[in-house]
């Protein structure tokens, strides 16, 4: 007689029919859930929590030259850098969900064409790269770019991007945010600028380890100078009404005398107010040259040359 079974069917281990490939598909297809979920947590938390820190200020610290950043609200800092930052970067940051697609065709036939690369990048693109992401990467992290920028376009809003972006952004070698770089190059912070104060640090935005906010020579100079010009259309036009809806406009006010030296800051020792000349020209130092041999004792001199002959004292 066969043994019966005492343990209840529903309470049988089943063995699992799925072949290891599937397996495989099914973590990872679960992996790409949880990070889904995990990254949407995240952004979720940074529309009420400042970002600690990002991934290049830890770099910097790696590096030795540590990292400076005081945080200031969007409603603090001077709307005159708010609106540098619109003019210089993205023009369209009210009136676009993320993306500005016309920017970025027209960045693409400019790369296709040759010369100096430049890229389409909006503010909120920008602002996804530095507070979650990284510096290069390629295409792989222009993806994981994309869907950060989708996340803080629909749970952080306008205002919170702007903030986000003028806190983090590198405004110098181990300086982050506006309010710092202000305090560093003009001696008091973010909440009164003047035009040109405001458009020399949005200048510096694209290369912050290049070029310099104070005294600017060259490209940074007329650059600042095209942003400060720019910052009246800004105004007229009222793109950065988006940023200041539903709260109170900051007043304008001017920049502070500064009685101080502006304040010294992580990196510094790094800097030169005169550029260095490229590696490529750089001469090695040579051995000096060898005294030249003795000349033998039966050489002949060399001949000096004739004398001139001297007119007759007769005039003839």
Not at 87 to 108: K, R
Not at 242 to 259: D, H, L, R, S, T
Not at 260 to 285: F, H, Q, T
Request: glycine share 8%; charged share 20%.
């Amino acid at each position: 007689m066969a043994r019966r079974q005492t343990i209840p069917r529903y309470k049988r281990r089943r063995r699992s029919t799925r072949s290891w490939p599937r397996r495989i598909v099914g973590w990872i297809v679960k992996l790409v859930i949880a990070c889904f979920a995990i990254s949407i947590l995240w952004v979720l938390a940074y529309r009420f929590v400042n970002p600690p820190v990002t991934l290049t200020m830890l770099g910097d610290v790696v590096a030795g030259r540590g990292a400076a950043r005081d945080w200031m609200p969007v409603e603090t800092i001077d709307r005159d850098m708010v609106r540098a930052a619109i003019s210089a970067e993205d023009s369209t940051f009210c009136s676009h969900h993320g993306f500005n697609f016309a920017a970025i065709e027209d960045a693409m036939k400019r790369n296709a064409s040759g010369g100096r690369i430049r890229g389409g990048s909006t503010i909120s693109q920008q602002t996804a790269k530095t507070t979650f992401l990284w510096n290069g990467g390629g295409y792989a992290r222009k993806g994981v770019e994309a869907w950060f920028t989708f996340l803080i376009e629909h749970l952080w809003g306008k205002r919170r991007i702007m903030e986000v972006y003028l806190n983090n952004a590198e405004t110098g070698i181990a300086t982050y945010g506006v309010n710092a770089a202000s305090e560093r190059y003009y001696g008091h912070d973010a909440s009164a600028m003047s035009p040109v104060e405001a458009a020399r640090i949005a200048a510096v935005l694209p290369l912050p380890k290049k070029r310099g906010a104070v005294a600017p020579k060259g490209f940074t100079r007329r650059y600042g100078n095209t942003i400060a010009a720019r910052i009246g259309v800004v105004a007229r036009d009222g793109l950065d009404s988006c940023i200041y809806k539903g709260i109170a406009v900051p007043v304008n006010k001017a920049p502070p005398p500064v009685a101080r030296k502006p304040r010294p800051l992580p990196g510094e020792e790094y800097e030169s107010p005169k550029p260095l000349p490229p590696v490529e020209n750089a001469v090695e130092p040579s051995e000096p040259a060898p005294p030249p041999p003795a000349a033998p004792e039966n050489s002949v001199e060399a001949a000096t040359p004739p004398e001139q002959p001297q007119p007759p004292s007769n005039g003839v």
